[in-house]
């Protein structure tokens, strides 16, 4: 049975496409309690790739090891491997507050910082060192905000607080914040799901605009979401990585009957 998504026209997966990130045998423990098990996948620069599958599967934990988020969590224990241009960020000489630089991620829920919207964007890169105050700071966050698609609307309020937009020009503005540190991969944690069709759509435009520059990885529920933006998509179940392919191949010829079953609604 195939799936009636329209899928956009995606490049398959090959040798020739530049691999960004690649976990190796993955797995992690809260407390004795297994999460993930052997995870092990090929993540393509300059693409999305859409993490999907029921809740509890283990899709958000496997985003949050990318950046080594997990690591706040007592009695997490990771084994295996995330490797990002060669590195493995879990080897002992890596600094994850590093790894979070140059891997950025955008939660569920919009959380802009108590502070002005340019204070939201400028914040950081000024803590890292990446801008002094002054013009250059100026040009990051305009810039920022633009590639967010949010500079038109809020240029001439940027001493307002950012907590007072709209929900979908919040999460925007989160990843204007996340975007303006640089990062070359943006994780992104089911970002639509507490937002309004009309932002949504904005959302997965502008995740179709900024996979020119950065790779990114979304958790999502929404399976048409899922064929609408990424290229290559992971179905995940009971901790386990079932199926990766492009996307096209999963939504339209799926290989494995358990992927088929769930997104055609058999259960998940």
Known sequence: MKFDIKTKARTPINANRQIKVQS????????????????????????????IGPSGCGKSTFLRCLNRMNDLITGVNVDGKVIIDGKNIYDRDVD??????????VFQQPNPFPKSIYENVSYAPIKHGIVKKGSDCDELVENSLKSAGLWNEVKDILKNPGTGLS???????????????????????????????ISTEKIEELMIELRKDFTIITV?????????????????????????????????????????????????
């Open 220 to 268: 999502t529920h929404n399976m048409q979401q899922a064929a609408r933006v990424s290229d290559y998509t992971a179905f995940f179940h009971l901790g386990k990585l079932i199926e990766y392919a492009d996307t096209e191949s999963i939504f339209v010829n799926p290989k494995i009957k358990q992927t088929e079953d769930y997104i055609t609604g058999r259960f998940g």
């Open 24 to 51: 190796e045998d993955l797995k992690l423990w809260y407390g004795q309690k297994q999460a993930l098990f052997g995870i092990s996948m090929d993540i393509y620069k300059n693409s999305i790739t859409a993490l």
């Open 167 to 197: 929900g979908g020009q919040q999460q925007r503005l989160c990843i204007a914040r996340t975007i303006a540190v640089k990062p070359e991969v943006i994780l992104m944690d089911e970002p639509t799901s507490a937002l309004d069709p």
């Open 96 to 105: 994850e507050v590093s790894v979070r630089k140059k891997i950025g991620m």
